[in-house]
């Protein structure tokens, strides 16, 4: 079974600093990496996604970062804000879009 | 257009009873997966349905089984159940089976088993 590795697993940031989320994975036939966002009591939303032709896609303070040789991709928030405190989850898919998630990140943004 | 739907959103249950957990794709969808989420863990592959037939299936054992009608929309039923089937149920749909189109989540149903 395939996994992704993710890291590390809650993350304490000042608002207005950078919150940097890691993940690794092993099969390099992945060809799709999202990143979702869950908020308490809520189902995971799409928060941004990368193909691997390309290393870094950027929306707005979101920029998904790409090392295929390393087969790591990470999430990195800008200006972090206090709402941006969520759990957030890499995932990648397998066979037929079955998504394979990480551990999850807890992230808190302090005033 | 609303998006994912499932219910209920909580359930009680006490071991050894059976569970139906219901779910309505969003508007354009014909693939609808299932997932499991314990607390504080990352969401957990249980089966995918397309055009009506089990397409996929994660390591869960036969007590999970799941439907899909005609509409598209799902049901999960959980036989037998154990205190460890506590969980968040996720459900999430998407257009088609190939490619890497966006996966849309509900908002679960939280089931608790005592």
């Known amino acids: 079974q395939q996994q992704v590795k993710q890291s590390p697993q809650s993350l304490i940031v000042q608002k207005g600093g950078i919150s940097i989320i890691n993940c690794a994975y092993e099969?390099?036939?992945?060809?799709?990496f999202p990143w979702y966002q869950q908020f308490p009591g809520k189902g995971p939303a799409l928060l941004i996604a990368?193909?691997?032709?390309?290393s870094e896609k950027k929306e707005g303070r979101f920029t998904i970062s790409f090392n295929k040789s390393a087969k790591q991709f990470s999430l990195h928030i800008m200006d972090s804000q206090p709402g941006d405190s969520a759990t957030y989850f890499c995932a990648a898919p397998g066979t037929a879009s079955k998504l394979t998630f990480g551990t999850g990140t807890r992230l808190q943004v302090t005033l | 257009d609303a998006g994912v739907t499932q219910s209920p959103t909580h359930l009680i249950k006490t071991r050894g009873q059976q569970v139906t957990l219901r779910c309505s794709p969003k508007?354009?969808?014909?693939?609808v997966s299932w997932y499991q989420q314990a607390l504080g863990q990352g969401p957990q592959f249980i089966f995918q349905y397309y055009e009506e037939e089990e397409r996929q299936r994660g390591n869960f054992p036969d007590r999970f089984s799941g439907h899909q009608f005609p509409n598209y929309s799902s049901e999960l039923n959980v036989n037998a159940l154990l205190l460890g089937d506590s969980a968040l149920y996720l459900c999430?749909?998407?257009?088609?089976?190939?490619?890497?189109?966006?996966?849309?989540f509900g908002p679960g149903t939280r089931l608790t088993v005592l």
């Open positions: 508007s354009g969808h014909d693939t």
């Open positions: 999430a749909s998407r257009g088609g089976l190939a490619g890497t189109d966006t996966q849309y």
């Open positions: 990368i193909r691997p032709d390309v």
């Open positions: 099969n390099t036939a992945f060809d799709y």
